[in-house]
């Protein structure tokens, strides 16, 4: 069971970015799916979840900015992220796992990937 986050680069203020959560060997559509990010000398943070049922969740640091879908038959998540700030800049992770009661809590998920870094310059 492997998680893969990608998409991640160098951005400006003001700009956009997909990032795109993969997984091998399991199937995403059996689990609901989060994105946190962690930036230099701060904790890992919650930023959005989808459920199976691909319904979304935000923080309210992302709302309005970010929208997290998933397309089943590709087996992907993605997360769009509009009008970004230089204090999006972070280590993005997606993590797995069937039941998350608190979405934006680590512990609630088993599966982690790699993340991928973005950088917002202002």
């Known amino acids: 069971v492997q998680l893969q986050a990608s998409g991640g680069g160098l951005a400006q203020a003001g700009g956009s970015l997909r990032l795109s959560c993969t997984a091998s060997?399991?199937?995403?559509?059996?689990?609901?799916i989060g994105w946190f990010r962690q930036a230099p000398g701060k904790e890992r943070e919650g930023i959005s979840a989808i459920s199976v049922g691909s319904d979304p969740t935000y923080a309210d640091s992302v709302k309005g900015r970010f929208t997290v879908s998933r397309d089943n038959h590709l087996n992907m998540v993605y997360l769009q992220m509009n009008s970004l700030k230089p204090e999006d800049t972070a280590v993005y992770y997606c993590a797995a796992d069937i039941w998350p009661v608190d979405w934006w809590q680590v512990g609630q998920y088993r599966y982690w990937g790699r993340g991928t870094q973005v950088t917002v310059s202002s």
């Open positions: 060997g399991f199937a995403l559509d059996n689990y609901a």
